[in-house]
Each structure stands twice: as C-alpha cells, then as structure tokens.
C-alpha cells in the first residue's frame, strides 16, 4: 500500500552545522510533499511543501529536495539552532485536491551545544 | 485569531463508553481531518472532510464516525471506547491539501 517512511529515527547534530532529514515514499503518484515540525506536547507545524513537478524548494534556513527517480524527499536545515530541536514529520498527498494527507514515522533532531 | 480549537484538552473514559472529541477551525478551511499520534509514533490518519456535508474514511477509520455539517466544526465520535483507542488526537484544517493547521491535541485515556 501507499506508505512514508523516513531512513533516521534520531538525528543528532552540533549547533551551528547543516542538518539533513531524510524520507522515503512508495507511491509515484503522489503529487504534493510537505514537512511539519513538532515541538515536545504541541500539534504539528508547516514548515515547507514541494510539487512533483519541482526537484529543489527553499525557505528561510530551510531547503527541501526532491528526487522522483528514486523516490525520495530530504530537508535541509541550514546553521542549525537549538530551537530546531524537535521530531520532523514528512507527508504525501495524492493527485487529487481532495486526496489523503499521509504521514510518516518521523525524525527527531536533537542539537549538542 | 483562534484557529483550530479541540477540546477536551484531557479525557479518560472506561471501555465502552461514547464521546465527541470536539474541533472547530474559524480560518474558513474547506479541508479538515483527524489524526491520532500514539507514543513514539507517526500520526495515523483517522477521517478527513473536503467540504461540509463531504466525509471520507483515511488510515484506521475503525471505531470511529465523523460528521461535516458546518465547515467551521469536525466532530469525530468513538462509538464504543477501547484501551487501544488510548492515543493523542489533533485535529487539523487547511486550504489547500498539504499545508495543515493542528489544534494542540487530545490527550484521551480509555480504562
């Protein structure tokens, strides 16, 4: 069936370097990627989405990329900072305006000082 | 600005029982939908709305009705409460179909 998955549960990383978030989707047809942020006891937050028909979408400190051929979807955070410090979720949406928005595992993040 | 509200912030029920989780959204959002999160975990999509009057089933719909009315207001039901039902529930609405707004969750308990 449809699934997203992501490569790390747990990604550590010194403050002030790049951090990479990977994740791994199954279905081709799927036409809309998304990223939320969720900090410990709250809902998820939107960071940044991307289409099918793009490979490479930046926001501020943050970049997602997007490779069809091998079915995979990456953040890039840039300069991390302790506020960054959170589990980051991928999602998938269909074709179709009114498709189901599908999340994966997660990834949690956490920032040595 | 309220955006999404859920209430109750906290519930524990005993098995078998029935509540309303209540979620009303006052950005005029045409799509909403149900998630549960367990511990741990990802989360699982539950039921979602397109539109009042416009209910479809998502990931793990067992146990679980919803209803679209108003296009303000997503009530999901548990029909008859169990212990796997214990999870976190956000409920979420949008404008277009990726970029969600959560409430701050649901922590519900089943005994």
């Known amino acids: 069936g449809e699934s997203v998955g992501l490569h790390l549960p747990t990604l550590s990383v010194q403050e002030g370097d790049n951090s990479i978030i990977n994740c791994a989707y199954s279905?081709?047809?799927?036409?809309?990627f998304i990223w939320y942020k969720q900090e410990s006891g709250k809902g998820p937050q939107f960071i940044i989405d991307i289409r099918s028909n793009m490979d490479k979408r930046q926001g501020q400190r943050v970049t997602v990329l997007l490779n069809k051929t091998v079915k995979h979807l990456s953040l890039q955070i840039a300069a991390t900072q302790p506020g960054d410090s959170a589990v980051y979720f991928c999602a998938e949406a269909g074709y179709s305006s009114a498709s189901k928005i599908i999340f994966g595992s997660g990834t949690r993040l956490s920032i040595r000082p | 600005n309220a955006g999404v509200t859920q209430t109750p912030k906290f519930q524990v029920l005993k098995t078998g029982q029935s509540m309303t989780l209540q979620c009303a959204q006052d950005m005029n959002h045409e799509y909403m939908s149900w998630y549960r999160q367990d511990p741990g975990m990802g989360l699982r999509l539950i039921h979602y709305s397109v539109g009042a009057g416009i209910t479809d089933q998502g990931e793990v719909p067992n146990g679980y009705n919803v209803s679209r009315s108003t296009t303000e207001d997503f009530p999901l039901r548990l029909l008859s409460a169990a212990p796997s039902q214990t999870s976190v529930y956000f409920c979420?609405?949008?404008?277009?179909?990726?970029?969600?707004?959560f409430g701050s969750g649901t922590q519900l308990s089943v005994l």
């Open positions: 279905n081709s047809a799927s036409d809309y």
């Open positions: 979420a609405s949008g404008t277009d179909r990726g970029q969600l707004f």
